[in-house]
């Protein structure tokens, strides 16, 4: 501990008083946040209140203006980089409503996204999708396209389970599915975590809520997220 | 080379004498150029008002590939460089060989064709060998008066494959034209025709999906097929010429009683195209169409289908895609003719658009005919737009904007795809990919 490098960053996501517009309209007033490996964050607050703009201004959304502050990744901006490269800097964001893409099978889209090939990655992928509670022949069917929302939800989630990226951005992951669902939805963000990812759980659900009573809850409104709540 | 601007009978003569054709071929040719002065420009042809075809059309005799290097296009230079082909394969895609390293493959794919019984020659040789069985069905199936460039195309005709299949005779295999017999297919008013006898089947593969330069800009092929009793043919076509080319292809098969015939077509190359496969259904004949062309900036893209039920219970489906970037347009021209005595005859088309950009522009003039009131035709089409959602949802997982696009493209055509032979289909892929690189302006 004594003699630790001096170079080595602490892996930590760093929003900086962030300000962003949409088409002139203020929708983030002087966002804080940080998140570490190893740490699960919890985002709620009511409907419109920024949660999504959040999460997406992270990941690089060009539709979405930022106007003051800055988003760090490991110590270095990214707020200039594409969308692209911040996931390749590892980070992730679960679509709160992911868009359908004809043709394009889920196995063969998280092989090409991941980088991978070979029989073992296939088998790790229905691993995970069965742990999921999906059918591995899951993996054949068109992304998102045709899936219930409560399918589109894992698929999403299933992803970050495969790839498995630093900074995990999950919005609304538990909306619209069943109790065991959110329970089972919890358990695996947990070994996420505990595989050394950090995880802002974004979420309105009240049994989430209640699972992650013990992790620190930030609540968002009108743009702003508010000290001390939870 | 020469250039015309005016293609008159000596010049036709000339062509004859020199292939040393019998008389009926020669006074064919003749017949057709009378037609090509006389009809109208086609009124269906769209965005070719500012061009003059005729100052276009080049012709040579036979070398029509690049003759080093160097004067290929620096875009298809870069292509080849980029796929990492081997240097012989590479020579011979761009043209600039005419022997195939592998030669050695196709040798025996050809002795087993000839034990089979099977011809397949270069159209030329297949006139002086088998004049007779040749001028049973040369431009009778799709005739010169069609239009007036399918009239230009039999005035000078040249290159080309003929194809016989006994009857009985199942080909087990896609035969790959191109590596067998390309010389003849890089013509610019090649003409192929294809003969099936009773119960045969073939799947002929016809291009190549790597780019193809071409010194001549005007292309004007025809390809012909007469499908008899219970036979199938598939006739798959990908088309990837060089982007300075204005594209015709005159493609039209007669299925006889209870046979099959297919054309798959895409198109990723050329500037202007104007592909429309078309089936004359006898009794119980079965047809399917399914084609695809990708329209960049600056492009025009024309696919479509012509289908004429005669015959009871015919059977026809028709699927389109088409795809335009930038400011690209793709057209899609069907027509579905119903003759009276076809009874419960059925045709189904369906027409998909892909616009990848706000500029892109895709039309559709589906045109029925129903002379027979219990045969039915169904039409459906679509438009779909590439979203800035979609986009930014690709991006979010690693892909950059051109891969993301290539990405949507090679989704929307799987099923398209899925129809080629497996490693046909991966370097498929790999063409799309390279098509949408710095597509993005
Ligand atoms: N594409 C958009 N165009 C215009 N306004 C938007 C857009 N997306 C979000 N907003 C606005 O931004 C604010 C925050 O929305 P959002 O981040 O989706 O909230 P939450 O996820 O907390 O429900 C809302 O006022 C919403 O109307
Ligand atoms: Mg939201």
């Given amino acids: 501990m004594f003699y630790k490098d001096v170079n080595t960053v602490n892996p930590v996501l760093e929003v900086k008083d962030l300000r962003a517009r949409i088409d002139d309209k203020e929708v983030l007033r002087r966002v804080k946040l940080s998140l570490s490996p190893g740490e699960i964050k919890v985002l709620t607050g009511p409907n419109g209140s920024g949660k999504s703009t959040l999460a997406r201004t992270i990941m690089g959304d060009e539709r979405i203006e930022v106007v003051e502050g800055d988003i760090l990744v490991d110590g270095e901006s990214v707020k200039d980089l594409p969308p692209e490269e911040r996931f390749r800097k590892g980070i992730f964001l679960s679509f709160q409503m992911p868009p359908e893409f004809e043709g394009?099978?889920?196995?063969?889209?998280?092989?090409?996204?991941?980088?991978?090939?070979?029989?073992?990655?296939?088998?790790?992928?229905?691993?995970i999708a069965k742990e999921l509670g999906l059918d591995p022949s899951i993996l054949m069917r068109e992304l998102h396209r045709g899936l219930s929302g409560g399918e589109r939800k894992r698929v999403e989630l299933l992803q970050a389970l495969?790839?498995?990226?630093?900074?995990?951005?999950?919005?609304?992951?538990?909306?619209?599915?069943?109790?065991?669902?959110?329970?089972?939805?919890?358990?695996?963000?947990?070994?996420?975590?505990?595989?050394?990812?950090?995880?802002?759980?974004?979420?309105?659900?009240?049994?989430?809520?209640?699972?992650?009573?013990?992790?620190?809850?930030?609540?968002?409104?009108?743009?702003?997220?508010l000290e001390n709540a939870g | 080379?020469?250039?015309?601007?005016?293609?008159?009978?000596?010049?036709?003569?000339?062509?004859?004498?020199?292939?040393?054709?019998?008389?009926?071929?020669?006074?064919?040719?003749?017949?057709?150029?009378?037609?090509?002065?006389?009809?109208?420009?086609?009124?269906?042809?769209?965005?070719?008002?500012?061009?003059?075809?005729?100052?276009?059309?080049?012709?040579?005799?036979?070398?029509?590939?690049?003759?080093?290097?160097?004067?290929?296009?620096?875009?298809?230079?870069?292509?080849?460089?980029?796929?990492?082909?081997?240097?012989?394969e590479k020579r011979y895609l761009a043209g600039l060989s005419t022997s195939f390293d592998s030669e050695m493959v196709y040798t025996h794919v050809k002795k087993y064709l000839e034990e089979k019984g099977v011809i397949l020659l270069p159209?030329?040789?297949?006139?002086?060998?088998?004049?007779?069985?040749?001028?049973?069905?040369?431009?009778?199936?799709?005739?010169?008066?069609?239009?007036?460039?399918?009239?230009?195309?039999?005035?000078?005709?040249?290159?080309?494959?003929?194809?016989?299949?006994?009857?009985?005779?199942?080909?087990?295999?896609?035969?790959?034209?191109?590596?067998?017999?390309?010389?003849?297919?890089?013509?610019?008013?090649?003409?192929?025709?294809?003969?099936?006898?009773?119960?045969?089947?073939?799947?002929?593969?016809?291009?190549?999906?790597?780019?193809?330069?071409?010194?001549?800009?005007?292309?004007?092929?025809?390809?012909?097929?007469?499908?008899?009793?219970?036979?199938?043919?598939?006739?798959?076509?990908?088309?990837?010429?060089?982007?300075?080319?204005?594209?015709?292809?005159?493609?039209?098969?007669?299925?006889?009683?209870?046979?099959?015939?297919?054309?798959?077509?895409?198109?990723?190359?050329?500037?202007?195209?104007?592909?429309?496969?078309?089936?004359?259904?006898?009794?119980?004949?079965?047809?399917?169409?399914?084609?695809?062309?990708?329209?960049?900036?600056?492009?025009?893209?024309?696919?479509?289908?012509?289908?004429f039920h005669v015959g009871k219970e015919s059977r026809s489906t028709v699927t389109a895609k088409s795809i335009s970037t930038g400011d690209g347009v793709s057209v899609f021209r069907g027509l579905v003719r119903m003759n009276r005595g076809a009874e419960r005859a059925f045709s189904s088309v369906s027409c998909d658009s892909l616009l990848m950009d706000p500029q892109s522009k895709a039309f559709t003039y589906p045109h029925n005919q129903i002379e027979e009131p219990s045969a039915r035709i169904s039409y459906e089409a679509s438009t779909s737009f590439l979203s800035e959602e979609q986009m930014f949802y690709l991006r979010s997982r690693g892909l950059d904007e051109d891969a993301a696009r290539a990405l949507i493209a090679t989704g929307f055509l799987s099923d398209v795809i899925a129809e080629l032979p497996p490693e046909y289909g991966a370097v498929f892929r790999r063409v799309l990919e390279y098509n949408f690189r710095g597509s993005v302006g």
């Fill in chain 2, 123 to 307: 159209m030329e040789e297949a006139v002086k060998r088998y004049p007779d069985l040749v001028k049973r069905y040369f431009g009778r199936i799709f005739p010169p008066a069609e239009h007036k460039y399918a009239a230009l195309h039999y005035a000078l005709w040249s290159g080309g494959v003929f194809v016989y299949v006994p009857r009985g005779v199942k080909v087990e295999f896609p035969v790959e034209a191109f590596f067998l017999i390309s010389e003849e297919l890089l013509a610019q008013f090649e003409h192929t025709l294809i003969v099936l006898e009773e119960d045969a089947y073939l799947h002929f593969i016809e291009g190549c999906s790597s780019p193809q330069f071409r010194k001549f800009s005007f292309h004007d092929g025809a390809v012909e097929a007469y499908v008899h009793r219970n036979a199938h043919l598939k006739f798959t076509t990908v088309q990837n010429w060089g982007k300075n080319i204005i594209n015709f292809n005159n493609k039209r098969a007669i299925a006889e009683e209870g046979s099959t015939v297919e054309w798959v077509e895409g198109s990723f190359g050329s500037w202007k195209s104007y592909v429309y496969p078309s089936v004359i259904l006898r009794e119980k004949a079965r047809a399917r169409i399914s084609n695809f062309s990708i329209a960049h900036a600056g492009e025009w893209k024309e696919s479509g289908a012509k289908l």
């Fill in chain 1, 162 to 225: 495969f790839l498995k990226p630093k900074y995990v951005l999950l919005d609304e992951i538990d909306s619209g599915v069943d109790v065991e669902s959110v329970e089972l939805i919890a358990k695996k963000v947990k070994e996420l975590v505990d595989g050394g990812s950090a995880v802002l759980f974004i979420t309105h659900n009240p049994l989430s809520l209640k699972i992650f009573s013990d992790r620190p809850v930030l609540r968002m409104e009108g743009g702003r997220i």
């Fill in chain 2, 1 to 88: 080379m020469r250039t015309l601007g005016k293609i008159d009978p000596s010049l036709v003569e000339e062509i004859s004498r020199k292939k040393g054709e019998p008389e009926w071929m020669r006074r064919l040719r003749l017949r057709a150029l009378e037609l090509f002065e006389k009809l109208p420009d086609p009124e269906w042809l769209g965005g070719l008002d500012e061009l003059n075809i005729e100052e276009m059309v080049l012709f040579e005799e036979v070398d029509v590939r690049a003759s080093s290097w160097d004067e290929l296009p620096p875009e298809i230079r870069k292509f080849y460089e980029e796929m990492k082909l081997p240097e012989m």
């Fill in chain 1, 104 to 127: 394009i099978r889920i196995g063969e889209f998280l092989l090409r996204i991941s980088g991978r090939s070979g029989p073992e990655a296939i088998r790790e992928m229905k691993e």
